[in-house]
């Protein structure tokens, strides 16, 4: 499979780092750390949004770019990189995708243009009690033109910054997807994550819903497609960790000799390197064939193991390597360490995805 990027992709990707290279810094991190506030970089969404990044996997006619998966991919490879506090992920990938696929014309009139212009945020809620995404214990019953949905989610990813939430629900018995807004019948709770990430978790009592689709096979792709999504986040966030410890060993001198020509540490960010190109190869293969319509069930559980355990792999190196360092709050690279413990575990951690692939392998003919 070709992994190259085409010009347009490629300018995709140049822009987001541009944009966020100039804007987003260890400093600017800080100071949202300890604001106080559910950590949301509201000027960089702005700029972002008036770039037309938030749209760039939506359609033309709701004010979109019309591009796809890879474009959407490629800037979310950047926020990871970056440790920005976007929740484009949460709103693109987890709200507005499955909208824009599946959702009725009024549905996605009402709420596509305002994720692409950056003035609401949705997010997915996939976990439940048990905190297994493929078991849905939350319902939702017909009632007039919509749906009544009571459940309990948690982990909700940036719920506190959301202003409606896709949920996975069993809608009069079967599989689908119901958009609820935040209000009446809708209890946001919020939580304290390893990465201060504005997540919560959210209870639904009766809350008014709109059904955006029905059956296994859509919120199958929904779900794949946000597994995918998450692992360019991943795939970032690892880039940056290996970058860091790269430099950070070329700088840091024992017996007056750069410890990066120490063999052991060598061998060391040499695994960190080749955990890192697992990451990205499985993720770009898990994304090309989702963009293309192909099946990819195997292929996102084989990126999400990747991610889920590469990811901790290197985060493990990182910190070792730079030692007393690795460990201090003030530093960059905790961001990122605390940031892959959180991503590991969202969506299925490395086990769960792992045991999909084998029984798909045991299964086969």
């Known amino acids: 499979m070709d992994f190259s990027f085409t010009e347009e992709q490629q300018a995709v990707g140049d822009l987001a780092a541009q944009i966020l290279g100039d804007r987003v810094t260890h400093e600017s991190l800080r100071e949202l750390e300890r604001s106080g506030e559910p950590k949301f970089d509201r000027a960089t969404w702005a700029a972002i949004a008036e770039a037309g990044l938030l749209g760039i996997a939506l ?13 959407l991919a490629r800037v979310l490879e950047v926020v990871g990189k970056t440790a920005a506090a976007l929740p484009i992920w949460e709103s693109v990938a987890l709200g507005a995708l499955p909208i824009a696929e599946f959702g009725s014309d009024e549905l996605q009139a009402a709420w596509l243009s305002r994720v ?9 809620a996939w976990h439940e009690d048990d905190g297994d995404p493929y078991q849905i214990l939350t319902t939702a019953t017909a009632s007039g033109d919509g749906v009544v949905v009571s459940g309990h989610k948690i982990c909700v990813p940036s719920a506190q910054l959301a202003d409606a939430f896709v949920v996975p629900a069993q809608i009069d018995g079967l599989p689908g997807l119901v958009l609820v807004e935040r209000g009446d019948g809708v209890s946001v709770e919020p939580i304290i994550t390893t990465s ?5 978790n959210l209870t639904f009592d009766g809350a008014a ?7 296994a096979a859509a919120i199958g792709r929904a779900f794949e497609i946000a597994v995918a999504t ?3 986040l991943s795939l970032g966030n690892v880039e940056a960790m290996v970058d860091l410890t790269a430099a950070y060993t070329k700088e840091r001198k024992q017996f007056d000799v750069p410890i990066a020509m120490f063999q052991a540490v060598g061998h060391r960010a040499a695994d960190c390197y080749i955990d890192a190109e697992g990451i990205r190869l499985t993720t770009w293969q898990a994304i090309t064939r989702l963009a293309e319509g192909l099946d990819a069930t195997d292929e996102v559980s084989v990126a999400k193991f990747w991610a889920a355990w590469g990811g901790q792999r290197v985060s493990l190196a990182a910190a070792h390597l730079h030692g007393g360092v690795g460990v201090d709050r003030d530093y960059p690279l905790a961001r990122h360490f605390t940031r892959a413990k959180e991503l590991e575990l969202q969506l299925g ?9 084998g029984r798909a392998l045991a299964t086969s003919s």
Request: net charge negative; aromatic share 0%.
């Open 59 to 71: 359609p033309e006619s709701a004010g979109g770019a019309g591009l796809g998966l890879v474009e």
């Open 209 to 215: 819903g709109t059904v955006i689709v029905i059956g």
């Open 116 to 124: 692409a212009d950056g003035s609401v945020v949705l997010t997915g």
């Open 196 to 200: 201060d990430s504005p997540d919560a």
């Open 230 to 232: 998450q692992c360019a």
């Open 349 to 357: 951690g490395a086990s769960q995805h792992l045991l999909r692939v």
